[in-house]
């Protein structure tokens, strides 16, 4: 029942873009986006509630297609900031389900 | 904005030994928390879901008896870890959905990292 995401990893230099994909095998009713850095405890980033909605702060934004089951999290002109490990969560029966992670890597 | 706050953050407890981990919702209620477990550089796992005044719901694989989880008010969940052996040794989560409506997501405590020696 965890959503699967890619890549499992990524290395960017400062200012290029990055994709992370999450698909679940089940109709969603919503989609979260974390960021966890090492030794902390996972930070909200976003949530996407209907199909077709896109949100997005500073630089990091998301798309959600319900209907495929996917969500897509959009990092552009990164910043070393950005570096950590980006975690979906979907909401299926009122309890979040988290996939593996993506290991972000930004360098200067 | 929402807070939750988790004790401790780490412990290194004996075999054998059991081990309370506390979660508490310092400026909104919390009706339902959940707790993961984490192993390092693995995703979260989900281990069961308080609910406030009534028994927890844990997850397929994981021993009630071993993690007992006690929600005994609107702000305060706590997880024992009884009779703990080196394999419990993880990063102890807890969360709960931020009040304020949907869109807000889930707020996580800072975590607790268990070593059992």
């Known amino acids: 029942q965890q959503p699967v995401q890619s890549p499992q990893a990524v290395i960017l230099r400062e200012g290029e873009d990055a994709v992370i994909n999450c698909s679940s095998s089940?109709?969603?009713?919503?989609v979260h986006w974390y960021r966890q850095k090492h030794g902390e405890a996972p930070v909200f980033l976003m949530i996407?509630?209907?199909?077709?909605e896109q949100k997005g702060h500073d630089k990091i934004s998301a798309s959600f297609n319900e209907k495929k089951q996917q969500s897509s999290l959009y990092l552009t002109a990164s910043q070393l900031s950005y570096s950590g490990t980006y975690f979906c969560g979907t909401e299926i029966a009122h309890d979040m389900r988290f996939g593996a992670g993506t290991r972000l890597t930004v360098k200067p | 904005g929402a807070v939750v706050s988790q004790h401790p953050s780490r412990v290194i407890c004996k075999s054998g030994t059991s081990v309370k981990i506390e979660c508490r919702s310092l400026d909104f209620q919390a009706t339902t928390m959940f707790w993961y477990r984490q192993f390092p550089k693995q995703s979260l796992m989900l281990m069961a879901t308080s609910n406030e005044g009534s028994k927890a719901t844990y997850e397929q694989g994981v021993e009630k008896d071993k993690f007992l989880i006690n929600h005994a008010s609107l702000t305060l969940s706590t997880l024992t870890v009884t009779s703990a052996h080196p394999e419990d040794s993880s990063f102890y989560i807890c969360s709960a959905r931020t009040q304020g409506g949907v869109h807000y997501g889930y707020t996580f405590g800072s975590g607790t990292r268990l070593t059992v020696v």
């Open positions: 996407l509630l209907k199909g077709g």
């Open positions: 089940k109709a969603l009713y919503s």
